[in-house]
């Protein structure tokens, strides 16, 4: 087993994260996992169903049977979007660093959803996505290097007039909440994927209690 990378300025490193989320998706349940941990169930139940009900009003609620919208669900921990998104019709596939995340996802799948063990910035799939969406991921990515390269990879991924759909805060300027959790700002992501031939659409917060975050919708145009 390699030794992992040591933590710099109190985030930590690359090996860590990756060993830190595998090791919370073992020690939580479904929600729990990839949800907010000062929320008691109930209240993630709630979390999840409005920001499904957000993706959605975005990428769009239904997709035909015989030309399904083609989804990656980028960070997709315990799979509950990827599912729900599948039941609403798409065809998700679903990747994430935790191979007990992964496992869980394959036990639970529901039809046509994949899932894979890949980061962010590896993942090389032999098709484009309709929409690649990454919800409360990015801001876990620590290392400035490793975010970057995620997010220019999965914006390499869409499809022309497809949707790039990023979760983070609307801010001025990047902040670093802790050792597992740091902000990037928005024109941070605009010098990022702009220059890839995408327009930004705006941001869409979730609104939910005192929660900031939302989703930063990019179409690519060229």
Same mark, same amino acid.
């Not at 998706?25 to 409005?50: K, P, R, V, W």
């Not at 990428?59 to 990827?82: E, H, Q, T």
């Not at 007990?100 to 799939?125: H, K, N």
């Given at each position: 087993?390699?030794?992992?990378?040591?933590?710099?300025?109190?985030?930590?490193?690359?090996?860590?994260?990756?060993?830190? @989320?595998?090791? &919370?998706?073992?020690?939580?349940?479904?929600?729990?996992?990839?949800?907010?941990?000062?929320?008691?169930?109930? +209240?993630?139940?709630? %979390?999840?169903?409005?920001?499904?009900?957000?993706?959605?009003?975005?990428?769009?609620?239904?997709?035909?049977?015989?030309?399904?919208?083609?989804?990656?669900?980028?960070?997709?921990?315990?799979?509950?979007?990827?599912?729900?998104?599948?039941?609403?019709?798409?065809?998700?596939?679903?990747?994430?660093?935790?191979? +007990?995340?992964?496992?869980?996802?394959?036990?639970?799948?529901?039809?046509?959803?994949?899932?894979?063990?890949?980061?962010?910035?590896? @993942?090389?799939?032999?098709c484009f996505y309709? $929409?690649?969406?990454?919800?409360?991921?990015?801001?876990?990515?620590?290392?400035?290097?490793? @975010?970057?390269?995620?997010?220019?990879?999965?914006? $390499?991924?869409? &499809?022309?007039?497809?949707?790039?759909v990023l979760v983070?805060?609307?801010?001025?300027?990047?902040?670093? @909440?802790?050792?597992?959790?740091? +902000?990037?700002?928005?024109?941070?992501?605009?010098?990022?994927?702009?220059?890839?031939? %995408?327009?930004?659409?705006?941001?869409?917060?979730?609104?939910?209690?005192?929660? $900031?975050?939302?989703?930063?919708? %990019?179409r690519r145009i060229?």
């Amino acid at each position: 087993m390699s030794t992992p990378e040591p933590s710099q300025h109190g985030r930590l490193g690359v090996d860590e994260a990756i060993a830190f @989320w595998d090791e &919370r998706h073992l020690q939580h349940g479904d929600l729990l996992s990839g949800g907010d941990l000062t929320y008691d169930h109930c +209240t993630n139940e709630a %979390f999840y169903a409005m920001r499904l009900g957000r993706l959605l009003d975005i990428i769009g609620a239904s997709a035909s049977a015989v030309a399904p919208l083609r989804l990656l669900d980028a960070g997709c921990g315990k799979g509950w979007f990827a599912r729900a998104l599948t039941r609403c019709g798409h065809q998700v596939d679903g990747i994430d660093t935790s191979e +007990t995340a992964i496992e869980e996802c394959r036990r639970s799948a529901v039809g046509s959803d994949r899932y894979m063990v890949s980061r962010l910035d590896a @993942w090389a799939p032999t098709c484009f996505y309709d $929409a690649v969406v990454a919800v409360d991921v990015l801001f876990h990515l620590m290392d400035d290097g490793v @975010w970057r390269d995620s997010v220019v990879n999965l914006a $390499a991924l869409v &499809r022309l007039q497809g949707l790039l759909v990023l979760v983070d805060h609307d801010a001025e300027a990047d902040h670093l @909440w802790g050792e597992y959790q740091v +902000t990037r700002s928005r024109q941070g992501y605009l010098d990022v994927v702009q220059p890839l031939g %995408f327009r930004y659409l705006g941001f869409h917060p979730y609104r939910f209690r005192d929660n $900031a975050a939302g989703f930063h919708v %990019f179409r690519r145009i060229a």
